[in-house]
């Protein structure tokens, strides 16, 4: 299958390139520069010349395709309203050129935070309040003769690579001189390996359901202390407990995700896809100190 991917140079989408080779697909990706276009062409994959901002790229790389994957995002948090307005125009612009072509088209989103403790699952809607909107801009496409599938990966997506939160905290501690945690830190967050989401990737392609929607989650209940203190100990800094009012200062727009009680699942993916998580955990991953 030819596959247009967006975001394929990135630390996800890499891997995700290379899984879908892997499996015999061919590759072409978005590429917004000549580091990008080498990049991509060192993986075995072929470029197409262009950005998200660039509509008519994305249609023609999406037309020339038999699936599309949406991994990019512009992560600019000064004005994140602004990356998730270019993300839903792209996501509109990739529908349009492919519909009433039955085409798979995957689309990248997040899990949804539950603000109560509950655990999250597929069958939970996106945040209507969240700025982003990538759900909500690609699945009306399902009813349009577009095989649109949902990918949410968890909040960290974890390897021996940067460009994680994992390594933001890490660089944190290193400046702060203290690896920190919310109040008594029991807040429990979601990871996902990086090369298990990868995989995700290629099973939605092979099976996802049109309006399917795959929760990319690993470990579904880490103690967010737990990440603090490996990350204390591997450093040789200390681990403290922070108030609200503390937090702010030291984590930055990192804080509201950090201090969430925010577990969640991928039971249903798992039973529809056959999709297990077989990489190490994030605790594990960190204790290795690979990634520092």
Known sequence: MRVFITGGTGFIGSAVVGELMEAGHEVTGLARSEKARQALRAMGAAA??????????????????????????????????????????????????????????????????????????ENDEAEPSFPRHSEQAALPFSKRGVRVSIVRPSRFVHDDGNYSFATQLINLAREKGASAYIGDGSNRLHA??????????????????????????????????????????????????LSLEQAGEYFGFLGQIVGAENPASSELTQAALGWKPTHPSLLEDLATGKIF
């Open 48 to 121: 197409v010349d262009g950005t998200l901002e660039d509509l008519a790229s994305l249609r023609r790389g999406a037309a020339n395709a038999d699936a599309v994957v949406h991994l990019a995002f512009i992560h600019n948090f000064a004005d994140f309203a602004a990356a998730a307005a270019t993300d839903q125009r792209a996501i509109e612009a990739i529908g349009e050129a492919i519909t009433g072509a039955n085409k798979p088209f995957i689309v990248t989103s997040g899990v949804p935070t539950s603000g109560d403790g509950r655990v999250i699952t």
């Open 192 to 241: 996902v390996h990086r090369l298990d989401l990868a995989r995700l990737f290629r099973l939605v392609l092979a099976k996802g359901e049109n309006g399917g929607i795959y929760q990319a989650v690993g470990d579904f209940a880490v103690p967010f202390r737990d990440i603090a203190e490996v990350i204390g100990q591997r450093l040789g800094v200390p681990t403290k407990s």
